[in-house]
């Protein structure tokens, strides 16, 4: 078996992480920013942008989204993947103002579920105007997976015509009341796909890292983060997204998938052309 790069997405931010969890949370702009650039050095290809207001709370204010993505575009070629997931409670209005930002992807979760004491709602209705509008402003989606029936309705996705294309997957296990983490759900999942799909795997707190190492085997791309998960190992939180990444970037050598630049991850995901900075 041989595969080629790792696409590594840093989930930097999240929007249910504090800074009572973790002190190294990035939260401001500039943070924020800092922390995208920092992860393309240590490997990333793509940054999953949550944004927080100035009192640490998750929002989806395309302003504020506006403000990190020329922050991070002036400084780096990382691909920005805004979230349009925002935080449970939101109104779809509220969770699309983030493509303001002008994001070359974004996230497009496949079908309501359970998150913890909440639900995370996203009926069908909800999901097709996400997918009009992504597709109206030449946004890749990246396809959400937290539990198993949200493949169905990614298939219809494609069977209506309202997402084209190769599709990208990420499959998110490990949520309370999801899908839960594990290597056969994996596995499973990853089976599941049609043919030229590409796929990713965010595992939830101590699974971040299991899961990883077989989508690094199984010729899959990872999701590491403070989104998902704040540790290094248990007892010891990560100083930074960063080391998360430089692990997973470690890794994944020693079986010889060097991590993808952002140009070779655009390449591998269909997205646009090439970075160019923007001149001024
Ligand atoms: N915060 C979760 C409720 C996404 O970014 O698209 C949703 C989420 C998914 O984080
Ligand atoms: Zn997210």
């Not at 575009?73 to 699309?96: C, F, H, K, Y």
């Not at 990246?142 to 997957?169: C, K, Q, S």
């Not at 970075?275 to 001024?280: K, Q, T, Y």
Request: aromatic share 6%.
């Amino acid at each position: 078996m041989s595969f080629g790069p790792l696409v590594i997405t840093a989930a930097i931010c999240g929007a249910e992480v504090t800074r009572d969890d973790t002190p190294h949370l990035p939260i401001t702009p500039e943070e924020l920013a800092l922390e995208a650039c920092a992860c393309r050095d240590a490997g990333a290809a793509i940054v999953h942008l949550h944004v927080r207001d100035p009192e640490g709370r998750p929002t989806q204010d395309g302003a504020i989204f506006e403000d990190v993505a020329a922050r991070i575009r002036a400084r780096s070629d990382i691909i920005i993947q805004a979230s349009t997931g925002g935080a449970v409670g939101m109104t779809p209005e509220e969770r699309l103002d983030s493509l303001r930002c002008g994001p070359e992807m974004a996230t497009l979760t496949c079908g309501t579920v359970n998150f913890g004491d909440g639900v995370f709602v996203n009926d069908w209705p909800l999901i097709k105007l996400f997918a009009a509008r992504m597709s109206a402003q030449g946004v890749r989606p990246e396809l959400e997976i937290f539990d198993a029936g949200h493949l169905a309705t990614a298939a219809r996705l494609a069977r209506e015509g309202l997402v084209t294309g190769p599709l990208h997957y990420d499959f998110v296990l490990g949520i309370p009341g999801a899908l839960p983490a594990s290597v056969a759900n994996l596995a499973w999942l990853a089976g599941m796909l049609p043919r030229g799909a590409t796929w990713s795997v965010a595992g939830m707190g101590r699974d971040e890292l299991p899961l990883a190492m077989a989508a690094i085997a199984m010729g899959g791309h990872v999701r590491v983060g403070f989104e998902d998960n704040i540790y290094y190992h248990k007892g010891r939180l990560a100083v930074s997204n960063a080391e998360l990444v430089a692990r997973v970037v470690r890794i994944a050598e020693e079986l010889q998938r060097a991590p993808a630049t952002p140009d070779e991850a655009r390449a591998l995901l269909g997205i646009g052309g090439p970075f160019r900075r923007e001149a001024g």
